[in-house]
């Protein structure tokens, strides 16, 4: 039998706040995977941590007036601590102010600079502290503001060195060629296909205007930088496994699955690649991108309060119960909302009716007709039918996990409980115990035993505790061997006494938290959906038709036109739009446009913008939306 390994990790968590939901469910999901290998008897190593270097962390722990490393030690140990607590199983915390991380991030800095990927220059560029990335102009909105994040950028210019990301264009192309499941799910593939497309620009990958970060190794005798804190952040999976150190766990390399959110694809997906291929070490199996969580249907932060804590809702609703809601309720991939109602629906529906009163009616069952005994004897003989559902639903399962389908997962074997609920209806035990047919009635018991049996052992990464608790209450211990024989084998449970556990999951008969500050909307049924906004919201935005009187280039940008546009009032407004790759100047004068016209002003290259141009940009370029014939200026569109 090969020497099977997996490794899974979840993005180092940045030590500027304190986790929340996004950050848990992440952990969640990376937890389950790496639970399900280890049941299936597969070596695994899981791996966490924080990230704790670079300019954010530095400015964050000079808020909270405390010396930078004491900020990141409380913060990296609240992480730590939440996940214990949380009783994720990871293999390794890792940190990276760890002496050993730094030594390996030297060692790989250096086996890059040696095989000639990197080389001196100077940078200038915008750079968003928030996102510790440099972004080309072409790609900030407004010209000033980052397409990531949204916050304004800074212009940076520094002695750096750099990383010939472009050399990697064509390997990485090839490489999701020949990979398609390298991205998941696959229908993220294509944005980081058309992003190393677009063109690879080299990546500046030090620094000298902050101190807090890895320094350059010391052969190169240069102490000004220190590195880029995403080369220092990636490399911790490979560091975490002693690479440049003991090399101790590099057999785990590569990894199998990187869980990251959609936010940090682009990194894992492009510049880890790359710095791998220049490694020469392998490449990870795939890169899981997730969905983002909002709350209530409105984005998480802090400054409105509607942060959700993972602990408060695990200590309120149970962490396990959390650990259900957030793997059922979103496909992964996409993004998913945290509201009450959504999780009490799932905790009454899902876990109290359909799970929890399965057991509790075998144990009522059992009770009454065989003071607890459970025997599979007659299962086979009665019920070779349910049987066989039940093996196909559990043959399909777990190529729901390996795609980390976990809503797909689960929706999968809640199908065992209806097969366990229908044969009770069908077949009557109290009616069987009735007719003097004991053995027919006892059948059906240990049959729902069974389904129960093998339900808990799949669901056992998901709710590793829960599960435990039915498993015992089944007289068996769930581990690789009952994987092995009532999964893989498709065997049946030894007779056992059944334990009477109490409910499992009480219902929740109202919100237990307090509503999120913004949460006093209207409980209509259209708030509800993903995306959705209302006629309220869209009328916050002024459209109007503008004419434009005047049309000109701004001198060294090849992206934009200054013009004034006729929108109806007593002044021109003055819009600096990034078109003139698809629109000379002549051309548009006395043509008419949808404005926004009440934008926040802007500069753009030292320029006030007043307005935005309504267009619509495919891959044959970009063309303006205009009226189909000619409006008074300042018509207003909507
Ligand atoms: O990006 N919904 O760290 P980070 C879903 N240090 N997931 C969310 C989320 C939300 N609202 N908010 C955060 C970093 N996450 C880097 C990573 S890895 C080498 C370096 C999750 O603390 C999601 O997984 O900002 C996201 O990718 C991660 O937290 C980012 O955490």
Redesign the pocket.
Known sequence: MPDLRNYVT?????V?GEA????A??TFIADSVARHSRLKGIKTFFLTGT?EHGQKIEESAKKANKPTQVFADEISRGFKDLWDEFNISYDYFIRTTDEDHKKGVQKAFMAMYNNGDIYKGNYEGHYCISCETFFPESQLIDGEFCPDCGKPTNIVKEESYFFKLSAYEEKLLNYYDEHTDFILPKSRRNEVINFVKGGLNDLSITRTTFNWGVKLPEELNDDKHVLYV?LD??L??ITALGYGNDEKNMAFWPANIH??????LR??AIYWPAFLMSLDLPLPKHIGA?????RDGE??SKSKGNVVLPKEVADTYGLENLRYFMLREVPFGQDGDFSQRAFIDRINSDLSNDLGNLLNRIIGMSGKYSEFHIDSKDVARLHQKELDEMNSVLGNLEKFLDELQTHRYLEELWKLFSIGNKAIEEHAPWVKMKEQKKDEALATVALVANILAKASVMLNCIMPSTTTTISEALGFTINTEAYRSLILGQGLLKPFVIAQVPPLFPRVEQPLLEPAPEANKPESEDVEEDNLITIDQFFQTSLKIGTIVEAEEVPKSKKLLKLQVDIGEDKMRQVVAGIREFYSAESLVNTQVCVVSNLKPAKLMGMLSEGMLLAAKDENGLCLVRPESPRKAGSSVG
């Open positions: 979840t993005p180092i968590y940045y500027n929340h939901i996004g950050h469910y992440t990230d995403w952040a990636l911790n999976y869980m990251v959110g959609k936010d940090i990194f894992h997730h969905g983002w969580w909002t984005k998480m």
